[in-house]
């Protein structure tokens, strides 16, 4: 190979090299939660997916009982408390709530909570510590007074349902955290039996997290990659990705999506989900 033709050669591997950088599509971060307590212990803290999501600590917390144990709350964030496995009880100096699989609770006018669980139960939860800017005060201060809770507590079966273009008749989805409650973030459930779908879409004005729950066993594309992406786990969006889920037969489709906007302005992607009422009305 002569001069020319080994420069001819350099330069043309390094336009596929450049290429091929460009092309390649961001990784599907994932974190399976463990379940396992270590030796002696009753209490289990597990750091997720760090620095996935700008200003927010999520942590997977086990209780194996008997525990009473006391969380504290900081004024300058939003908390969420999504309780994914086990039984116990959330309280306050004035309120009580029973804690059962798949139920939601955000103390919005509490800085401390204790949560019980009593001897042989164990209970599994995702805890959420999201930074409020600024902007996110100004704003908390004008939503409705009607979604100013002492405690937003729920489960996630008693939401209200919702459809979507790009999900097939026989999906269910439910808004467990609609807009106007934790500034710039929602958060909901789809659920629906193999084989099915949900369409591909985009969404660069916010970042989106999914957390896997009872018996989900879905594959999860974002452009160019995949994974398989099953129950108590927790996955990442690559941020304006096309991304959409296949889930095969005999499988389930049954997961949590969580949205953080970058600004309130971006939850009017929101109004793409219609509750039933609308949808019949049209």
């Known amino acids: 190979?002569?001069?020319?033709?080994?420069?001819?050669?350099?330069?043309?591997?390094?336009?596929?090299?450049?290429?091929?950088?460009?092309?390649?599509?961001?990784?599907?971060?994932?974190?399976?939660?463990?379940?396992?307590?270590?030796?002696?212990?009753?209490?289990?803290?597990?750091?997720?997916l760090p620095g996935e999501i700008a200003d927010t600590k999520i942590e997977h917390v086990a209780y194996a009982g008997p525990v009473s144990q006391d969380l504290t709350f900081s004024s300058e964030n939003a908390n969420m408390l999504l309780f994914i496995k086990g039984k116990g009880t959330l309280s306050t100096d004035t309120l009580s709530f029973n804690i059962v699989p798949e139920t939601i609770a955000i103390p919005m006018a509490y800085n401390q909570v204790t949560i019980e669980v009593a001897a042989g139960d164990t209970i599994h939860f995702v805890q959420f510590t999201k930074l409020m800017s600024a902007q996110d005060r100004k704003d908390l201060e004008s939503f409705p007074a009607e979604n100013k809770y002492g405690i937003y507590f729920t489960r996630f079966a008693d939401c209200e349902p919702y459809t979507e273009k790009i999900k097939s008749p026989n999906t269910i989805s439910r808004t467990v955290l609609p807009k106007d409650i934790v500034p710039r973030v929602s958060l909901g459930t789809v659920e629906a039996p193999g084989p099915d779908a949900v369409g591909a879409h985009e969404h660069p004005m916010l970042d989106q997290l999914f957390l896997g729950l009872d018996n989900n066993d879905i594959i999860v594309h974002a452009d160019d990659k995949s994974v398989h992406f099953k129950g108590l786990s927790l996955l990442h969006i690559p941020i304006g990705s096309s991304h959409w889920v296949t889930v095969d037969e005999n499988k389930k489709m049954y997961y949590m999506w969580m949205d953080f906007f970058i600004s309130s302005e971006g939850q009017e992607w929101l109004k793409t989900h219609q509750t039933l009422d609308d949808y019949k009305d049209k």
Not at 5 to 16: E, M
Not at 32 to 48: A, H, R, S, W, Y
């Open 1 to 48: 190979m002569n001069l020319k033709s080994k420069i001819n050669y350099l330069l043309s591997s390094i336009v596929i090299l450049f290429l091929t950088a460009c092309s390649d599509s961001p990784d599907i971060v994932m974190q399976d939660l463990q379940l396992v307590f270590p030796n002696g212990k009753q209490i289990l803290t597990e750091e997720l």
